[in-house]
């Protein structure tokens, strides 16, 4: 069962930033937080992952509240593109662990 | 170059036939998966490999029966196709086990008749 709770679905303009938030008030000490995307007919696609830190990439960046209890996924210049289905997922990293995957937040960026 | 490359794309079947779905990975990772998305989109966790060996088995029919002759390749037979199995089936693999940065296949898709 997932363990993140997010909105089923989001708009944002072309150019502007996507704010797209995440909760996960039972996540435990140990439990990372990773952001997946997937792209109409396309496989899911690895985002970015973070522990504690905020974390950037080239693709986005990921903010973690400092009691760890939710998190935000950021796409700095939203482009058409980036409508899709973003996932957050909470696991640890250890063998034999399945990522699980939740709804999700339908992102729509429009022009 | 596809890192992660599934064959066929998309099948098309009658109930009761055998199928099977390829995977292969160009990028020398230990790990790899099969996924399932139903039409409701759920994506579901259904095996995994390490190395050629069976590491998570969910709670799947025997009717699937995963095959990883080495550790690119991670095959995917299933036995007296229902039509409940119609979904699309998605190929992944992890450089390690444990790590949740997986990479996924374009994914196959599956229609039985």
């Known amino acids: 069962d997932a363990k993140t709770t997010q909105p089923p679905s989001m708009d944002c303009a072309e150019g502007r930033a996507a704010n797209l938030p995440c909760n996960h008030s039972?996540?435990?000490?140990?439990?990372?937080v990773y952001w997946y995307r997937q792209i109409h007919s396309q496989g899911p696609q690895y985002i970015i992952h973070?522990?504690?830190n905020n974390e950037t990439n080239e693709m986005a960046s990921l903010i973690i509240t400092e009691d760890r209890k939710s998190s935000t996924l950021i796409l700095p210049h939203a482009t058409l593109r980036d409508t899709a289905v973003y996932y957050c997922?909470?696991?640890?990293?250890?063998?034999?662990?399945?990522?699980?995957f939740g709804k999700g937040t339908t992102l729509s960026v429009s022009s | 170059d596809t890192a992660v490359s599934q064959t066929p794309k998309y099948l098309v079947t009658q109930m009761g036939n055998d199928k099977s779905i390829k995977c292969e990975q160009n990028?020398?990772?230990?790990?790899m998966y099969w996924y399932k998305q139903d039409s409701k989109k759920f994506l579901k966790i259904m095996f995994s490999?390490?190395?050629?060996?069976?590491?998570i088995n969910e709670t799947v029919p025997n009717r699937f029966s995963p095959k990883s002759p080495d550790k690119a390749h991670l095959n995917l037979h299933i036995n007296s196709l229902e039509l409940g199995d119609s979904a699309v089936y998605f190929c992944a693999s992890s450089p390690r086990q444990g790590t949740g940065e997986l990479f996924f296949g374009e994914g196959s898709r599956l229609t039985v008749l």
């Open positions: 039972t996540i435990s000490g140990n439990e990372y």
């Open positions: 490999y390490n190395n050629k060996e069976l590491i």
């Open positions: 990028l020398g990772h230990d790990t």
């Open positions: 997922i909470v696991r640890v990293d250890q063998a034999g662990t399945a990522l699980i």
């Open positions: 973070g522990l504690k």
